[in-house]
C-alpha cells in the first residue's frame, strides 16, 4: 500500500522503479491511495512500465474508508524525499504494516528498525535496489511481517498516541519551568 499525495517530493517513480525489479514468481500488488498533479503521470508510466495489472490508482480516499486499505494490505511502502511528519507512518504502524521507507526527516523519527526496514539514501540505483530488495524480502517471509507489524503497533502506542505526547511535553514544560 501507498498513500499520498502524488506530487514530486513523494518519489513515487523510486517506487515504481523498485517493483519493476520483482521477480516474476513474487505474486505482488499495490494500491495507491492519493491524488495529485502526477496522478496521470505516474498512471502512463505504469502503463509503459507493463506493471498497471499489478497497480491500482485508487484516487482520493474519503479518511473513514481508509481503515479497510490498511486492513487489507500486507507492507506500507513509503518512498518519500521530505516527510516532516510522516503522519501516515503512525497510521500504518497502527495497522500493524511493517513499513519500507527512506531513513530520512520524518521518518527517521517516526520508525526504527524493529517495525520497518530504513533505506539509506547515498544514490538513486542503490535507493532503488535497496527498496526491491526490501520489498522482496517481506513478501518472502510472513512471519518478519507479523513481528515487525507488531512492533510498529507497540511504537505506535508508546510514543504517538496523543496522551502519549501529552505526558512528554508536560515533563519537558516542568523541567524547562525548573530551570
Not at 497497480?55 to 513509503?78: C, P, R
Not at 503522519?87 to 511493517?98: D, F, H, K, N, R
Not at 539514501?121 to 527498496?131: L, S, T
Not at 510472513?142 to 512492533?151: D, V
Request: hydrophobic fraction near 40%; proline fraction near 3%.
Amino acid at each position: 500500500m501507498w498513500a499520498g499525495l502524488i506530487i514530486p517530493r513523494k518519489n513515487f517513480g523510486l517506487l515504481l522503479e523498485s517493483l519493476k525489479r520483482i521477480p516474476k514468481e513474487i505474486k505482488w500488488k499495490l494500491n495507491v491511495a492519493g491524488e495529485g498533479p502526477l496522478l496521470y503521470y505516474w498512471k502512463n508510466k505504469t502503463k509503459r512500465y507493463n506493471l498497471n495489472k499489478n497497480i491500482s490508482f485508487l484516487s482520493q480516499i474519503d479518511y473513514s474508508k481508509m481503515d479497510k486499505q490498511y486492513k487489507e494490505a500486507d507492507i506500507f511502502v513509503f518512498p518519500s524525499m521530505r516527510e516532516a511528519t510522516g503522519t501516515v507512518l503512525v497510521e500504518a504502524m497502527s495497522y500493524g504494516l511493517p513499513i519500507i521507507s527512506l531513513n530520512l526527516h520524518g521518518a527517521r523519527i517516526v520508525l526504527n528498525n524493529n517495525c520497518a526496514i530504513l533505506i539509506s539514501k547515498k544514490n538513486k540505483k542503490q535507493m532503488i535496489e535497496d527498496f526491491s530488495n526490501a520489498i522482496i524480502k517481506l513478501a518472502q517471509n510472513p512471519e518478519l511481517r507479523k513481528k515487525m507489524g507488531e512492533a510498529g503497533i507497540k511504537r505506535a502506542e508508546k510514543y504517538f498516541l496523543w496522551e502519549k505526547r501529552g505526558e512528554r511535553m508536560n515533563r519537558l514544560y516542568h523541567k524547562v519551568l525548573k530551570k
